[in-house]
């Protein structure tokens, strides 16, 4: 009988700690970020600088540690996010990050070194936002604490293309990039 209580313990304890770990890395894809756009496996000493369409994505060696992972960017519908953006926003890119350990499987939710990410637009002015997205079944969204760094480039006379660029530390929220709504 003692036994059986020791097995019944340490299964329970184990379905606890998988439940533990499920609820410290929620699946972005789960979460308004359907679509992976880009994957690809990185070696700990690979330097990445990814370009797609309108987004660059750079990645430092070592960025998340000693094992090789499988790094996702995965985007959401830019007018399904609409609702949650601040009032005179337009929301113009979505998009989370998932990184997974290939040694343990596990998901890495902080990186070793933050990594760069970009977005180009003719839209993007010194007004572009960029805010956090809780991975919950009820998102929340709330500015990010670092500003990001928001530059306007003029193309002669009458035209211009926006940069907005903000490190990436970890992968526990998703993404908004907001401009005026027009």
Known sequence: MEKMNKRLF????????????????????QH??????????????DYLRLGLGNV????????FGQDPVRLEL?????TSWQAKAPKGQRVVYAFALRVTDLKTGERILRFARPLHFSYYGKEITAEAGY?????????????NPVKPSIQVFRLG???????????LAGATVGWLITVPAR
Do not use: Y
């Open 74 to 78: 995965l985007t959401g519908d830019p």
């Open 56 to 63: 660059v994505l750079t990645v430092p060696d070592k960025a």
């Open 32 to 45: 308004g970020f359907p679509q992976v756009v880009a994957s690809i496996v990185l070696n700990p000493l």
């Open 157 to 167: 006379t009458r035209h211009q293309t926006g940069r907005l660029a903000h490190p």
């Open 131 to 143: 805010f956090d997205v809780s991975l919950t079944d009820s998102p929340q969204v709330s500015p």
């Open 10 to 29: 340490w299964t329970a304890l184990a379905a606890l700690g998988l439940a533990l770990a499920q609820e410290k890395a929620p699946d972005p894809a």
